[in-house]
């Protein structure tokens, strides 16, 4: 039993949570359910209901009160049998609904500072007494930046960087903490620490803004309670609380940490830790409670830890250290130094001429500090800091020799559940998945971003929208990207202006003020349309479609009564390979062309949605504006010969993918889209717009070959390319590094940008042949079409309803496929040359040699 897209029901923020569940291991399927709901004064059992429904289930009973506990399960029917066994119970707990339950304020130092300059950061804390047992308690927490909270000593939770980012004037969110073991009887102490964050940090390019959300540092915490007689003691922060310096002296999102073990007492947050610092009462500031928000989906965590795989020393106490994996995440130390030794730690992507290359980092200095307190060993890592890096640098540590396990690389990201995975005969290839998933992981920290390593890790939504088909895939992001959208929409402007990125920061003259821009604007539209097929929820699709629908209201005002969108900036097929360093947005491809392109697709789509929701005016409405774009596409766009006005891969893989074309003039695309790529040696020459669709647009019009041939390229520009350079996450640019080993000179040189990754959602479909054929994969199709002199491929994937999985296999009659239909679910099986076969729920084995063959 699970909750909304939640890893867990504590804290959950609606009063009326969906319920999911799986079908028992062998179920054929589900022909009824009933749900018991255990509330504190009495059981509610629905009573048989019939029907097939099992993911995203509304809510049964009455609408749960703040604070309230139901724990919840469910019996399943199937076929002429008797129920199944009650599950397992899940609980939900609801957090805190509405504003009048927060006493809460915002808490921080009083002391004057500068704010335009560095600031040190605080420590909050406040002693409480407790005189009865305790038998429930939960910690409500959000802060204006960033927290770590201690009862006792003892940290609360395992996440980092909370309360992630969001618009934070229109929604912040809070995190709720069972911390019922916490307490001793007596005396009692809670506290925290506290970093700038994105809410007052130093963030964003061209050299950055500090204070974009407010000049405060400030904890929100709200612990209540509960003891055995019934009655609650709540410790909210307020004036009473106190506030003093702590021994982090500086910390950055980009820049790094500093960090004084000398200033640091680790009794701080104890009832004896008062006397250890200068405590002075907090400052209150403000936050209307109508804006707190709880999660809708998983924190960052820790969720591996590297060693290196190789150290070399190149001095006294300087040591350079690889860890084997390109990561986002930050170094964990332990050593025992004297008072006063300084150990430095500094990060980058990749090495140049044997050294850290730092000149991709841009602004971001990655650079953090640790001073030893002389008092034995201990272990110490950054908190209010990430990294994006491979490679890193120490100096200043104490002696000759780094004592194995001295040095621990901790990978951070938001701890999305894995759901998908890919692997193949050709051993680049399955590396190249790899390196999808690990740029996945790297920038989906609370908000999908797109560089982890400088100075910007914002969230771009047109670097979104094309890479949500393989990151749904990958991982269940359904709930992070459904409170990114939520921030999508609450950025969009009055007019329907969809926002380069989101959250907004100020980005200079290129980005502001903001202006529509295609591809990028129509994440409103096309995120959502792909989340509900991918995780089958319409609710969110609901949700979601007036934001998409005022962002293609306003395309059409801007387009015309001549449907063609040909004025305003536009970033055209971002990083087209032939686009100079200097100028990603001067690619092959008319950069107008793109913006009709995608006019026409999002109405489409648009359509689509709005029948989805039943609603048919819309659906007609948004359908004839699409025919309407896409005629006026091809009068504009395609000569009477069938070449395109843009000559070039992107215009006509958009062409194809997005259906804007005759069948004739289809033909004519998919072939002269063909040679164009073998004219080029089978060389990437694609942007951002074009890479995610020129594979399926060959596979489409009777070229897979040359999929193929682009997929396995080695030569500069290709994915493999970046393989066979010793990458383990996809660059930013196909020749972010170029082959006479020197960085590409353009200001943006990432080693770690998921969007050219956008190819692994075509390695699922077609390669490993798992595409969904109804919304949340409740019927499959598997069609796998083997090429490239590939020999087999292994792909799985955890849908709503439990494993969907492909194994096939070349043999010396054909092929052999091994597929898992999950419960509940139907699935086609559609083998090379062979007849469609209809699948049920199991484990199934085909082997061509055995079906009827497909007719010409």
């Known amino acids: 039993m699970s909750f909304e897209h939640l890893p867990d029901g504590l804290g959950i923020g609606v009063a009326a949570p969906r319920l999911s569940w799986t079908l028992p291991a062998g179920a054929a399927a589900q022909t009824g359910y009933e749900i018991e709901l255990g509330r504190a004064d009495r059981t509610e059992k629905t009573g048989r209901i ?4 099992q993911n995203l289930v509304p809510w049964p009973g009455e609408p749960l009160s703040s604070r309230e506990r139901v724990s919840v399960r469910v019996r399943v029917w199937g076929g002429a049998a008797g129920p199944s066994p009650w599950s397992e119970p899940g609980v939900v707990e609801a957090g805190l609904l509405q504003p009048q339950d927060w006493q809460a304020v915002p808490v921080g130092a ?15 804390r406040k002693d409480f007494t407790l005189s009865r047992p305790v038998t429930r308690a939960r910690l409500y927490v959000s802060a204006h930046g960033l927290y770590e909270a201690e009862i006792n000593g003892r940290r609360v939770g395992d996440d980092a960087l909370s309360p992630g980012w969001t618009v934070y004037h229109q929604r912040l969110r809070y995190y709720t903490y069972d911390v019922t073991h916490h307490f001793a009887p007596g005396d009692n102490t809670i506290g925290a620490w506290l970093g700038d964050g994105w809410y007052r940090g130093h963030i964003g390019f061209d050299g950055g803004t500090r204070n974009i959300y407010g000049t405060d540092q400030s904890l929100i915490a709200q612990l209540e309670i509960t003891h055995d007689d019934g009655a609650t003691t709540v410790i909210a922060t307020d004036a009473t609380w106190e506030a003093a310096p702590g021994p982090i002296l500086f910390s950055g999102l980009y820049e790094g ?19 250890t610092a200068d405590w002075t009462r907090v400052a209150v500031f403000e936050r209307d409670p109508r804006t707190l928000t709880a999660p809708q989906g998983p924190r960052v965590r820790v969720t591996q830890e590297i060693a290196p795989v190789a150290v070399v020393r190149h001095g006294e106490g300087h040591h350079l250290l690889d860890f084997g994996q390109n990561l986002v995440g930050r170094l964990r130390i332990t050593l025992d130094a004297p008072a006063g030794t300084t150990v430095t730690l500094r990060q980058a992507e990749v090495l140049q001429d044997g050294k850290l290359a730092t000149r991709p980092l841009r602004d971001a200095h990655a650079t953090d500090t640790y001073i030893a307190a002389g008092d034995g060993p201990r272990t110490w890592q950054p908190r209010f800091t990430l990294h994006g890096f491979r490679y890193a640098e120490i100096t200043g540590w104490p ?11 901790l990978v951070h990201h938001t701890d999305m559940r894995r759901t998908g995975w890919f692997e193949c005969s050709d051993p680049l290839v399955t590396r190249l998945h790899e390196n999808v998933v690990w740029s996945m992981r790297g920038n989906f920290v609370d908000i999908p971003t797109d560089c982890p390593q400088r100075d910007e890790r914002l969230g771009w939504t047109g670097d979104l929208q094309v890479f949500a088909p393989t990151a749904s895939f990958l991982y269940d992001c359904s709930g992070m990207l459904d409170s990114w959208l939520t921030d999508v929409a ?42 509900f097929q991918r995780f089958g929820d319409l609710d969110l699709l609901r949700r979601h479609f007036p934001t998409g629908r005022r962002w293609v209201d306003l395309v059409e005002r801007l387009a015309g009564p001549d449907r063609l969108w040909n004025s305003g900036f536009q970033l055209g097929d971002w990083l087209d390979p032939a686009a100079p360093p200097e100028d990603p947005a001067a690619g092959r491809t008319d950069r107008y062309l793109v913006a009709t392109a995608y006019f026409a697709h999002s109405a489409r789509r648009l359509s689509q949605s709005a029948e989805a929701l039943g609603d048919a005016d819309a659906a007609q409405h948004y359908g004839k504006l699409a025919d309407e774009v896409a005629q006026a596409f091809r009068d504009h766009y395609v000569l009477p010969s069938g070449l395109m006005t843009s000559d070039a891969p992107t215009a006509y893989a958009l062409a194809l993918d997005f259906d804007l074309l005759t069948p004739e003039q289809r033909r004519y695309a998919g072939d002269r889209l063909a040679a164009l790529v073998l004219e080029d040696d089978a060389r990437i020459a694609t942007g951002f717009v074009g890479t995610p669709l020129i594979c399926d647009a060959l596979t489409d019009t009777g070229h897979l070959d040359i999929a193929y041939r682009l997929l396995t390229q080695t030569e500069c520009p290709s994915w493999l390319y970046t393989v066979t350079h010793g990458a383990t996450t996809v660059w930013e640019r196909w020749d972010s590094l170029r082959p006479d080993g020197t960085l590409n000179p353009g200001g943006m040189t990432s080693f770690n940008h998921y969007a050219l990754g956008a190819v692994a959602d075509w390695l699922h479909r077609v390669v490993g042949g798992i595409a969904p054929a109804a919304p949340g994969y409740r019927a499959l199709t598997f069609r796998p079409r083997p090429g490239g002199g590939l020999t087999w491929a292994n792909t799985r ?8 999985a492909l194994s096939w296999e070349l043999t010396a009659h054909g092929m052999t496929a091994r597929i898992t239909v999950p419960p509940g679910c139907s699935g086609t099986a559609e083998l090379p040359g062979c007849a469609p076969v209809r699948l049920g729920p199991g484990k199934h084995t085909l082997d061509t040699a055995g079906l009827h063959k497909r007719a010409d």
């Open 257 to 275: 940490e500093t960090f004084d073990a000398r200033l640091d007492d680790p009794s701080w947050a104890t009832p004896a830790g008062r006397s």
């Open 399 to 409: 002696g000759n020799e780094l004592p194995e396990g001295a040095v621990t690389a």
């Open 110 to 124: 009083a002391w004057e500072e500068n704010h335009d300059e560095d600031r040190r950061p605080a420590r909050v």
């Open 490 to 531: 609450a950025e969009q402007l009055p007019d329907g202006t969809i926002p380069w990125y989101v959250p907004v920061i100020p980005g200079g003259p290129v980005w502001t003020p903001i202006q529509p821009g295609a591809a990028w604007g129509d994440a409103a539209v096309l995120t959502p349309w792909v989340l």
């Open 50 to 53: 019939e029907g097939a429904a």
């Open 797 to 804: 994937h955890e849908t709503p309803y439990g494993t969907a």
